[in-house]
């Protein structure tokens, strides 16, 4: 037997939600042809994946691991220093039709959050969040997801997955005691089996990569690829995965500020330059391997787990079409 709910009845769910004081967050389409990971006002404004965009072109990273968020506040009396913790958003929010590989980030990224540092920012809003993941049910030539292990149906970082039956009804597969408590009462019994989607054909044989990554540190391959990269961070910005941020002290007076947390990234030349004004990794060439390395070699021999989930956003959203597919393609091209 499958738990059905109708698209209907999923909208209710989301207007009880937002009427309970429960932030929604869902793609929603926020000017023509951009659909974006919004807060929603009505359940209507949901825009299902796969309707008119394959994913959102931000990252649902930003629900656990916020662009700028403030660590304390501090005040200078004469030479006493005061401090004051943050107040942090206790409000439930509920992510309704995540894409697969965006909600496999938040598995990933659990393990640099509690490596040599436990982080209570991201335990705080990981705690406060539900996600409800819809199946995909196409991909574009930017996806990648079944070379790095993930798969339309991936149900890492969800506490429910939602399949779309065809028919303006969706079968539930509740995976964890939140996604649970969320659709319970809200579905009926029945039969219906969704339509099975492969997703992109396997494009990459990573494990063939990473032996490249072994040796490869010299190689020409990193100057040729990244000629044309403009350092913009986009690729960064707009992955799930990717996890760097700076901690700097913004002064609000002369006696009062705050220490923040902004995002960063490793395609930035000032990410790495030194006071002395050496910067060891001083081109894109050598940025971009790092990103790469990273990724596919560092994060899951550390956690054994790819720093990606091949959701394509750096290459779909890169000014120049570069991004991390392009790159593994042409160190495929290299191999062969
Ligand atoms: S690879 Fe593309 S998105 Fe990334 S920094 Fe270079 S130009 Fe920007
Ligand atoms: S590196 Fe690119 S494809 Fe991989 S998770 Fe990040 S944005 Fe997606």
Redesign the pocket.
Known sequence: MSQIITHADLLKLVDGLLSSGTKVIAPKLVKPGTVLYESLTAGTEWVPNGTDVVRPGN?LKEVVFPKHEKIYGYTLEGKTIGMTDAVLDDTPQVVMGAAP?DAA?LAILDAVFHWDYQDEFFDHHKARTTVVTLACQKADG?C?CTS?GGSPKDERGSDAMLFDLGDGRYEVRCLTEKGKSLFAGKTTEGNAKPTEFAGPEKTFDVEKIRQFLETGFADSIWQEVSLRCIGCGT??Y?????HCFDIVDERATRTTGNRVKNWDSCQFGLFTQHASGHNPRADQGQRQRQ?ILH?FMIYPDKFGS??????????RRCPVGL???PVLAAITAKLK
């Open positions: 990252s590989c980030s930017h990648f790095v690729c960064a707009l992955c799930p995965t990717c990103r990724k790819f720093l990606c989930t091949g959701c394509g956003n750096c290459s991004g991390v597919k």
